[in-house]
């Protein structure tokens, strides 16, 4: 049986770009992947994430604070990749995860600076989880050979 690929997906707050990249790999990349998600300030999951991603027939196993990435740092965690989707304002708070086989940047905006109504914003979280969506694809499409293997 071959091992999975672990992925973390960072953010500051892990609560809308990093669980939306979380959601999105689960379902594109299947069970070849082992995917989660961390925040240097862990929060609730925005209400505006939930609702983008129940439109494309997703949803989270919780929307409550995930543990940190210090947290998972701590419990011994190892990933063979860490993708940091901060955008580049918040890019030198987003935080890295020690040991990771590859590092990798994607800046995409932040949803929590939104404003207009709810539609507008809707409209915009929706923007930003279709150009995660693309970019996910685009790095499945590229992985042509497995990681190195990482510690359990």
Partial sequence: MTDKVK?????????????MAEALLRKLGGARFEVASAGFEPTEVS???VEALAQVG??????????SVFERYRAGHHFHYV???????????CPLFPGAT???????????????T???RLSRVVEVRSAIEARIKAWLHSLS????????
């Fill in 102 to 116: 590859q590092r990798l940047q994607w800046s995409f905006p932040d949803p929590s600076t939104f404003t207009g």
């Fill in 7 to 19: 992925v973390l997906f960072v953010c500051v707050h892990n609560a809308a770009r990093s669980r």
């Fill in 58 to 67: 997703l949803s989270l196993p919780s929307t409550g604070p995930q543990p």
């Fill in 145 to 152: 050979d497995p990681p190195a293997k990482t510690r359990t």
């Fill in 83 to 93: 993708i940091a989707v901060c955008d580049e304002e918040s890019g030198e708070r």
């Fill in 47 to 49: 209400p505006l994430v």
């Fill in 118 to 120: 709810h539609a507008e």
